[in-house]
């Protein structure tokens, strides 16, 4: 049987709208030790004709430890919507790598923008994979990991912090949070409010470092675990949260609540037929969606 070349490399076998222009590389970096840098990412880094990296001063202090010379151009939050001297670059052939202060780009860090008008302008993007907190975090929580959802950092304030937890206080899938180690034990507090001091968590503190910290608790006595030792409120956070369960009662729907359910699938969209049920019957729309799912799976 004979394989094509797409099948075997389709990044490489693909065609560029604009192929005289350069790569952008989306590499990533070590999130805390140095060890976990990809060979591949170090001959990017080498070989690209610039870096556009977050904190310049950061970064220098990686490339000084592998004795990279690449010059570096920041790209931060202030200047990667208006910066042009990077797809300048691209346009006249030359690679850029795209590297932030830790982890993989983009994942609350800078970079949309630009990955976005070189996408947009057709040049190649290609990324780098290597390591990124949240998923270090998720492999080794023992939470579900089948189906997670990520929600980046929370709002500073009290209300809106509350008002994106009351958002998710039903959300069955596995949720991930950034934080910041001095609002840590407030965004703890109020998860514990909104989502129930029992519901299973896990706290990624300085992951791959060398205080790493991984300590699961129902969030009620996290919150307490952490407001004891305030060595635990300091440094790069991740928290895992377990998704919302239906209480054993609820959990089972009638043979009268799915034969309405099947009527209305019948004729309707999932989602209303889901939400019409719930009004006749009384049962959680959120419930009666996922039978939907699964009926319709």
């Given at each position: 049987?004979?394989?094509?070349?797409?099948?075997?490399?389709?990044?490489?076998?693909?065609?560029?709208?604009?192929?005289?222009?350069?790569?952008?590389?989306?590499?990533?970096?070590?999130?805390?030790?140095?060890?976990?840098?990809?060979?591949?990412?170090?001959?990017?880094?080498?070989?690209?004709?610039?870096?556009?990296?977050?904190?310049?001063?950061?970064?220098?202090?990686?490339?000084?430890?592998?004795?990279?010379?690449?010059?570096?151009?920041?790209?931060?939050?202030?200047?990667?919507?208006?910066?042009?001297?990077?797809?300048?670059?691209?346009?006249?052939?030359?690679?850029?790598?795209?590297?932030?202060?830790?982890?993989?780009?983009?994942?609350?860090?800078?970079?949309?923008?630009?990955?976005?008008?070189?996408?947009?302008?057709?040049?190649?993007?290609?990324?780098?994979?290597?390591?990124?907190?949240?998923?270090?975090?998720?492999?080794?929580?023992?939470?579900?990991?089948?189906?997670?959802?990520?929600?980046?950092?929370?709002?500073?304030?009290?209300?809106?912090?509350?008002?994106?937890?009351?958002?998710?206080?039903?959300?069955?899938?596995?949720?991930?949070?950034?934080?910041?180690?001095?609002?840590?034990?407030?965004?703890?507090?109020?998860?514990?409010?909104?989502?129930?001091?029992?519901?299973?968590?896990?706290l990624g503190r300085e992951l791959t470092k060398t205080f790493e910290t991984?300590?699961?608790?129902?969030?009620?006595?996290?919150?307490?675990?952490?407001?004891?030792?305030?060595?635990?409120?300091?440094?790069?956070?991740?928290?895992?949260?377990?998704?919302?369960?239906?209480?054993?009662?609820?959990?089972?729907?009638?043979?009268?609540?799915?034969?309405?359910?099947?009527?209305?699938?019948?004729?309707?969209?999932?989602?209303?037929?889901?939400?019409?049920?719930?009004?006749?019957?009384?049962?959680?729309?959120?419930?009666?969606?996922?039978?939907?799912?699964?009926?319709?799976?």
């Amino acid at each position: 049987m004979r394989v094509s070349v797409s099948e075997v490399c389709p990044v490489t076998a693909t065609a560029d709208a604009n192929s005289a222009a350069g790569v952008l590389y989306v590499v990533a970096t070590p999130i805390g030790n140095l060890e976990d840098i990809s060979a591949r990412a170090l001959r990017i880094l080498k070989e690209v004709s610039l870096i556009a990296a977050e904190d310049t001063r950061h970064s220098s202090r990686l490339l000084q430890h592998f004795g990279i010379s690449t010059p570096l151009a920041a790209c931060h939050d202030h200047n990667e919507r208006d910066e042009g001297r990077f797809l300048e670059r691209l346009l006249a052939g030359g690679d850029v790598a795209l590297i932030s202060d830790a982890g993989t780009p983009l994942i609350s860090d800078p970079g949309f923008h630009l990955v976005r008008q070189v996408r947009a302008a057709g040049i190649r993007v290609v990324p780098i994979p290597g390591a990124c907190a949240l998923i270090a975090a998720l492999s080794a929580a023992g939470l579900p990991s089948d189906r997670f959802a990520f929600e980046g950092f929370l709002p500073a304030k009290v209300a809106g912090r509350r008002a994106r937890l009351e958002a998710l206080r039903e959300e069955s899938r596995t949720l991930l949070f950034y934080e910041a180690p001095h609002r840590l034990l407030d965004s703890l507090r109020d998860m514990a409010d909104v989502f129930g001091e029992a519901r299973p968590a896990v706290l990624g503190r300085e992951l791959t470092k060398t205080f790493e910290t991984l300590q699961g608790l129902p969030l009620g006595e996290l919150v307490r675990w952490v407001k004891a030792d305030s060595n635990q409120q300091r440094g790069e956070c991740v928290l895992v949260v377990a998704g919302w369960q239906a209480p054993a009662s609820e959990d089972a729907l009638d043979a009268g609540a799915l034969r309405i359910l099947d009527l209305l699938l019948a004729e309707l969209p999932l989602k209303r037929a889901a939400a019409v049920a719930a009004e006749i019957t009384g049962v959680r729309k959120n419930l009666l969606y996922q039978a939907a799912l699964e009926r319709k799976a």
